[in-house]
């Protein structure tokens, strides 16, 4: 090159330009690239437009020129990094949709993972804790005390400072019934204060919510507003559903207004159709509930200035515990936080809800790892792309970070994925909890979305972070050396940690299964097997007087006697476990007294349920109200009234007047509950003494199905001309089966996500070993090459996976071994530690996880040494 | 022979500029014929490419630009190596050389 004269460079007086400059710079280019083009044969001007055409956006390049050489370097290195983002991200699509079979596997271990977590959060967050929806939930305090009565609540509401408003629910529900009506879905009616919706700030949607001036003893009382679900259903949404007539208890209420859509009152899971004003409580009920107590809650708004604690002092100030001698406890008054309402579920079913959470938890960790697993065996095979990548000048940073789009990606997609799977499953967990009649609304909304969005994000750093590591490393490796095959600790590592945590998973299961069939196989005193239970009533609802047809029920068990195929029948007035009951006071005149479950049966009873009488006689056809009053004691209950007596023949009192003769004793049975022990009781005869149950049960022992049972009862129904009917048919086994519905769902669940961990460990050892056979085709090669056996190589590679399967039980032993304490409280007949569940488990693990590494073991042993050792 | 991938030729641009500069100053459309020629026409260097790379590493200082006259006396803006760009081809060409050797032993065996 020859200098530029000096003068030149005086041409710009100001000094130089760069944008001119850099004019300049591409101008002699074109001018260059045309004299090339003339030079081979082009004409000047078309020379000219190929020179500028194959030049490009001289304005774009000029643009990026002038901001590298400007120093303004920042702004195109954010543009080029926004860039970069957005080609990382093409990128990570092209390589997913490359690797189809392991994105695929990945999303949808994903998909069920993050579609558990949210569907059981959805459960959760609807049952427990999302505020009520409406205004400034936060407000809101529930107050309870062991007896409210409506003075009491008069009282507290016209007396305190601290709310600014308080209110009150009935918790007696009254239905919708009429004489001579039959109703498919009659509405439910909830008792409120005037004041409740006022308190809630919720104004009716049509028409008027209720007002104090409703809250009155009189027929003026007799309003009724309805829910949007409730008029959405019966009304289609008719404006003139206002001034309706509906009859809750045959009592007819007037609907004056509707209530806006997603109100559900005060509780979870919830949604009372009615809310009918408390006043009307003394029509709908002959007994008076108002002044009863333990039938209503109160809730209040606090004053914006106030909170909990000043409230609960100003309260407990107001607040005069009932002075009567007849009201026991100590009536303290207790504040707490309303803003979510009365929590959907309680108890067992709360527990195991939350026991559920936990378990899918789990499961998405176990399903993180299994993915980081598959993530780990491809970036190991994609070691060269990414040492080109790393030599071409990718950063460090660049690798993780594309390795780390790639896994976000992914787990957005498993996230999408997943609410559809939450979807299906929310529906599943309603039908698993026998929830599907409650009205839980499991739609998403923003919460559940943010949930689910925050699990996938977390999940995708969770199992992104070992691959990228992983690309690191490997990268590093590729470069510097030549032979050394990269260590795959993080491989191995991954399917140590998946074991440990699926050993958790899987002794739970076991410590569940064995539970159940502890409760299962304990007696229950009775021989429930083969006694099908026929549930009746009368065939038209016009008796008034709420009798069961006790003598009509007698009357076809008698004519079920001799029939053929039929062993026994017998009728009581509930079925044992799921019919309840209500204690009754229990005494030995001069004696000690106990409050014991009343069991009213007819002679066959005790023959029908194979229970064994221990003394004394059973009832027999004569024992009705002619005849002198007797009772059956239960064993437990002689043994606390009569301790160390014969009850026989002695007299006993049940309930405030009846004196009745003790003609027997039967062994104890279980009554509403394997778990716990037997409870005191008495049995009556079915036709003596007033009869407070509106229930009659016929007990029937056959070799036929409950169905079968059923259409005999039916014909037989029909042949005596008896006015009534069949109600339902159950076997008596399914009725225990019922009541073990807590135990049952923590069984099945447990047992459904511990297999689908040992799927997920299976496929990922699977993975692992496939991925180690060929990492280590050389070594077999030249262990082939001097001698060894495809046997022995199998043996190599079983050992090798063995040994991770053994680390990863034994580190998983004190996690289980938590577990099993922490869910100890949930678990029937079995020692808090089970060495059986947590060795079953053991075992269970280490044969799956050898299992898994047979084939890829297998494959590994039949390489051909020769390609083997070609293929390095 | 087919026109390699766009990403290939940027990732490795910066080493073959280095390597086009160590026999010497040149300016830009001089930079893109070298490397077309030398390659028997296997790498194009687009415009697109060339110039924001060539400003880059000026900001780098591996290079420093001087204007001066073309061999038909037009005024040019030529490229020099810097003693820090010298220093960083013989590094970029090691690396190249290692990884190539690689990929090479790679495309042999499979």
Same mark, same amino acid.
């Given at each position: 090159?020859?200098?530029?004269?000096?003068?030149?460079?005086?041409?710009?007086?100001?000094?130089?330009?760069?944008?001119?400059?850099?004019?300049?710079?591409?101008?002699?280019?074109?001018?260059?690239?045309?004299?090339?083009?003339?030079?081979?044969?082009?004409?000047?001007?078309?020379?000219?437009?190929?020179?500028?055409?194959?030049?490009?956006?001289?304005?774009?390049?000029?643009?990026?020129?002038?901001?590298?050489?400007?120093?303004?370097?920042?702004?195109?290195?954010?543009?080029?990094?926004?860039?970069?983002?957005?080609?990382?991200?093409?990128?990570?699509?092209?390589?997913?949709?490359?690797?189809?079979?392991?994105?695929?596997?990945?999303?949808?271990? %994903?998909?069920?993972?993050?579609?558990?977590?949210?569907?059981?959060?959805?459960?959760?967050?609807?049952?427990?804790?999302?505020?009520?929806?409406?205004?400034?939930?936060?407000?809101?305090?529930?107050?309870?005390?062991?007896?409210?009565?409506?003075?009491?609540? %008069?009282?507290?509401?016209?007396?305190?400072?601290?709310?600014?408003?308080?209110?009150?629910?009935?918790?007696?529900?009254?239905?919708?019934?009429?004489?001579?009506?039959?109703?498919?879905?009659?509405?439910? @009616?909830?008792?409120?204060?005037?004041?409740?919706?006022?308190?809630?700030?919720?104004?009716?949607?049509?028409?008027?919510?209720?007002?104090?001036?409703?809250?009155?003893?009189?027929?003026?009382?007799?309003?009724?507003?309805?829910?949007?679900?409730?008029?959405?259903?019966?009304?289609?949404?008719?404006?003139?559903?206002?001034?309706?007539?509906?009859?809750?208890?045959?009592?007819?209420?007037?609907?004056?207004?509707?209530?806006?859509?997603?109100?559900?009152?005060?509780?979870?899971?919830?949604?009372?159709?009615?809310?009918?004003?408390?006043?009307?409580?003394?029509?709908?009920?002959?007994?008076?509930?108002?002044?009863?107590?333990?039938?209503?809650? %109160?809730?209040?708004?606090?004053?914006?200035?106030?909170?909990?604690?000043?409230?609960?002092?100003?309260?407990?100030?107001?607040?005069?515990?009932?002075?009567?001698?007849?009201?026991?406890?100590?009536?303290?008054?207790?504040?707490?936080?309303?803003?979510?309402?009365?929590?959907?579920?309680?108890?067992?079913?709360?527990?195991?809800?939350?026991?559920?959470?936990?378990?899918?938890?789990? %499961?998405?960790?176990?399903?993180?790892?299994?993915?980081?697993?598959?993530?780990? @065996?491809?970036?190991?095979?994609?070691?060269?792309?990414?040492?080109?990548?790393?030599?071409?000048?990718?950063?460090?940073?660049?690798?993780?970070?594309?390795?780390?789009?790639?896994?976000?990606?992914?787990?957005?997609?498993?996230?999408?994925?997943?609410?559809?799977?939450?979807?299906?499953?929310?529906?599943?967990?309603?039908?698993?909890?026998?929830?599907?009649?409650?009205?839980?609304?499991?739609?998403?909304?923003?919460?559940?979305?943010?949930?689910?969005?925050?699990?996938?994000?977390?999940?995708?750093?969770?199992?992104?972070?070992?691959?990228?590591?992983?690309?690191?490393?490997?990268?590093?490796?590729?470069?510097?050396?030549?032979?050394?095959?990269?260590?795959?600790?993080?491989?191995?590592?991954?399917?140590?940690?998946?074991?440990?945590?699926?050993?958790?998973?899987?002794?739970?299961?076991?410590?569940?299964?064995?539970?159940?069939?502890?409760?299962?196989?304990?007696?229950?005193?009775?021989?429930?097997?083969?006694?099908?239970?026929?549930?009746?009533?009368?065939?038209?609802?016009?008796?008034?007087?709420?009798?069961?047809?006790?003598?009509?029920?007698?009357?076809?068990?008698?004519?079920?006697?001799?029939?053929?195929?039929?062993?026994?029948? @017998?009728?009581?007035?509930?079925?044992?476990?799921?019919?309840?009951?209500?204690?009754?006071?229990?005494?030995?005149?001069?004696?000690?007294?106990?409050?014991?479950?009343?069991?009213?049966?007819?002679?066959?009873?005790?023959?029908?349920?194979?229970?064994?009488?221990?003394?004394?006689?059973?009832?027999?056809?004569?024992?009705?109200?002619?005849?002198?009053?007797?009772?059956?004691?239960?064993?437990?209950?002689?043994?606390?009234?009569?301790?160390?007596?014969?009850?026989?023949?002695?007299?006993?009192?049940?309930?405030?007047?009846?004196?009745?003769?003790?003609?027997?004793?039967?062994?104890?049975?279980?009554?509403?509950?394997?778990?716990?022990?037997?409870?005191?009781?008495?049995?009556?005869?079915?036709?003596?003494?007033?009869?407070?149950?509106?229930?009659?049960?016929?007990?029937?022992?056959?070799?036929?199905?409950?169905?079968?049972?059923?259409?005999?009862?039916?014909?037989?129904?029909?042949?005596?001309?008896?006015?009534?009917?069949?109600?339902?048919?159950?076997?008596?086994?399914?009725?225990?089966?019922?009541?073990?519905?807590?135990?049952?769902?923590?069984?099945?669940?447990?047992?459904?996500?511990?297999?689908?961990?040992?799927?997920?460990?299976?496929?990922?050892?699977?993975?692992?070993?496939?991925?180690?056979?060929?990492?280590?085709?050389?070594?077999?090669?030249?262990?082939?090459?001097?001698?060894?056996?495809?046997?022995?190589?199998?043996?190599?590679?079983?050992?090798?996976?063995?040994?991770?399967?053994?680390?990863?039980?034994?580190?998983?032993?004190?996690?289980?071994?938590?577990?099993?304490?922490?869910?100890?409280?949930?678990?029937?007949?079995?020692?808090?530690?089970?060495?059986?569940?947590?060795?079953?488990?053991?075992?269970?693990?280490?044969?799956?996880?050898?299992?898994?590494?047979?084939?890829?073991?297998?494959?590994?042993?039949?390489?051909?040494?020769?390609?083997?050792?070609?293929?390095? | 022979?087919?026109?390699?991938?766009?990403?290939?030729?940027?990732?490795?641009?910066?080493?073959?500029?280095?390597?086009?500069?160590?026999?010497?100053?040149?300016?830009?459309?001089?930079?893109?014929?070298?490397?077309?020629?030398?390659?028997?026409?296997?790498?194009?260097?687009?415009?697109?490419?060339?110039?924001?790379?060539?400003?880059?590493?000026?900001?780098?200082?591996?290079?420093?630009?001087?204007?001066?006259?073309?061999?038909?006396?037009?005024?040019?803006?030529?490229?020099?190596?810097?003693?820090?760009?010298?220093?960083?081809?013989?590094?970029?060409?090691?690396?190249?050389?290692?990884?190539?050797?690689?990929?090479?032993?790679?495309?042999?065996?499979?």
């Amino acid at each position: 090159m020859k200098q530029e004269p000096a003068w030149r460079r005086y041409l710009r007086f100001w000094g130089s330009d760069p944008k001119s400059d850099i004019e300049d710079e591409f101008e002699f280019h074109i001018q260059a690239k045309t004299d090339e083009l003339i030079a081979g044969g082009l004409p000047p001007e078309e020379a000219r437009r190929e020179a500028v055409r194959q030049f490009g956006s001289v304005r774009a390049i000029r643009k990026e020129c002038h901001a590298i050489s400007s120093g303004r370097e920042e702004e195109a290195s954010r543009a080029e990094y926004f860039a970069g983002w957005l080609r990382d991200l093409t990128y990570a699509v092209r390589m997913l949709s490359k690797t189809k079979a392991s994105s695929i596997t990945a999303i949808l271990i %994903l998909a069920v993972g993050i579609g558990a977590n949210t569907a059981v959060f959805t459960c959760l967050d609807r049952l427990l804790y999302r505020p009520l929806p409406v205004p400034q939930p936060s407000q809101l305090l529930l107050v309870s005390s062991p007896n409210f009565t409506y003075d009491a609540y %008069l009282h507290l509401r016209d007396r305190n400072q601290a709310f600014s408003g308080l209110a009150a629910q009935s918790i007696l529900v009254a239905y919708e019934r009429r004489r001579r009506e039959r109703l498919e879905q009659p509405a439910q @009616a909830r008792a409120v204060s005037g004041n409740f919706f006022d308190v809630l700030q919720t104004p009716a949607l049509i028409g008027r919510a209720l007002a104090l001036s409703d809250d009155v003893q009189s027929d003026a009382s007799h309003v009724a507003v309805a829910s949007h679900r409730f008029w959405s259903r019966r009304f289609n949404q008719a404006p003139d559903a206002l001034g309706r007539t509906v009859y809750l208890n045959n009592v007819p209420f007037t609907i004056v207004g509707v209530l806006p859509k997603g109100f559900f009152g005060l509780s979870k899971g919830s949604d009372p159709d009615l809310y009918v004003p408390l006043g009307a409580l003394t029509d709908l009920f002959d007994s008076k509930p108002l002044s009863q107590g333990k039938f209503m809650s %109160l809730f209040g708004r606090m004053k914006p200035d106030s909170s909990l604690k000043t409230a609960r002092s100003n309260l407990q100030t107001v607040w005069e515990p009932p002075s009567r001698g007849d009201q026991p406890g100590s009536a303290s008054i207790e504040v707490e936080d309303g803003s979510s309402g009365y929590a959907g579920t309680s108890g067992q079913k709360r527990s195991s809800l939350m026991l559920l959470a936990a378990i899918v938890a789990l %499961l998405l960790l176990i399903g993180c790892v299994n993915v980081a697993c598959l993530l780990v @065996a491809r970036g190991a095979a994609r070691q060269q792309e990414i040492a080109i990548r790393i030599s071409l000048g990718a950063g460090k940073t660049r690798i993780v970070r594309q390795s780390l789009i790639e896994s976000l990606l992914l787990a957005s997609v498993g996230g999408v994925a997943g609410m559809v799977v939450a979807l299906g499953a929310g529906r599943l967990l309603l039908i698993a909890f026998q929830w599907k009649s409650r009205p839980i609304d499991l739609s998403p909304d923003w919460r559940v979305l943010a949930f689910a969005a925050g699990v996938s994000l977390a999940t995708g750093l969770l199992f992104g972070l070992a691959p990228a590591m992983q690309c690191l490393r490997d990268g590093r490796v590729a470069l510097n050396q030549e032979r050394t095959v990269a260590p795959f600790t993080s491989g191995k590592a991954l399917v140590v940690m998946e074991v440990a945590l699926s050993l958790v998973m899987v002794a739970g299961a076991a410590v569940f299964i064995r539970s159940f069939q502890n409760l299962r196989s304990t007696p229950v005193g009775f021989i429930a097997e083969r006694v099908s239970v026929i549930r009746l009533a009368f065939a038209e609802d016009d008796h008034t007087d709420l009798r069961p047809p006790a003598r009509e029920a007698m009357r076809l068990a008698e004519s079920l006697w001799d029939s053929r195929g039929l062993e026994s029948a @017998a009728v009581a007035d509930k079925a044992t476990f799921n019919d309840g009951a209500v204690g009754y006071p229990v005494t030995r005149p001069g004696g000690p007294s106990l409050s014991a479950f009343i069991i009213r049966a007819d002679q066959k009873y005790f023959e029908t349920l194979r229970m064994p009488l221990i003394s004394g006689r059973g009832f027999n056809g004569r024992d009705d109200d002619s005849s002198p009053k007797v009772a059956v004691l239960g064993e437990s209950a002689a043994h606390k009234l009569f301790p160390n007596m014969n009850p026989v023949g002695k007299t006993i009192r049940v309930g405030l007047r009846d004196e009745v003769e003790v003609i027997g004793v039967v062994k104890d049975i279980k009554f509403m509950s394997v778990r716990t022990q037997p409870p005191e009781l008495v049995y009556r005869p079915l036709l003596q003494g007033a009869n407070h149950s509106p229930m009659v049960r016929l007990h029937v022992r056959s070799r036929m199905s409950p169905s079968n049972v059923a259409a005999i009862v039916r014909d037989r129904i029909r042949e005596e001309h008896l006015p009534v009917s069949v109600e339902s048919f159950s076997a008596l086994e399914d009725e225990i089966g019922a009541s073990l519905l807590d135990d049952r769902i923590r069984m099945q669940t447990s047992s459904v996500f511990g297999a689908l961990a040992l799927l997920l460990i299976t496929a990922g050892i699977y993975g692992l070993m496939a991925h180690s056979a060929v990492r280590r085709t050389r070594e077999i090669g030249i262990r082939m090459a001097v001698g060894s056996s495809p046997a022995q190589i199998v043996r190599l590679m079983l050992n090798e996976s063995a040994r991770l399967v053994l680390i990863g039980v034994i580190l998983g032993v004190p996690g289980a071994l938590a577990v099993m304490k922490a869910i100890s409280g949930l678990v029937f007949g079995l020692p808090p530690i089970d060495g059986v569940s947590l060795a079953v488990a053991a075992v269970i693990l280490s044969i799956t996880g050898i299992a898994a590494s047979v084939g890829p073991a297998w494959r590994a042993a039949r390489f051909d040494p020769v390609n083997a050792l070609r293929l390095e | 022979m087919e026109k390699p991938s766009l990403d290939l030729v940027r990732g490795t641009l910066d080493l073959l500029i280095l390597k086009t500069l160590t026999s010497g100053p040149l300016h830009g459309y001089a930079i893109a014929s070298v490397i077309k020629d030398s390659t028997g026409g296997a790498l194009l260097v687009e415009e697109g490419a060339l110039y924001p790379a060539l400003y880059r590493m000026e900001a780098k200082e591996w290079i420093e630009a001087e204007w001066g006259l073309s061999s038909n006396n037009r005024r040019a803006k030529y490229y020099r190596l810097t003693a820090k760009g010298r220093q960083r081809f013989r590094n970029e060409e090691k690396t190249w050389n290692s990884y190539a050797a690689a990929v090479a032993r790679l495309l042999a065996t499979s």
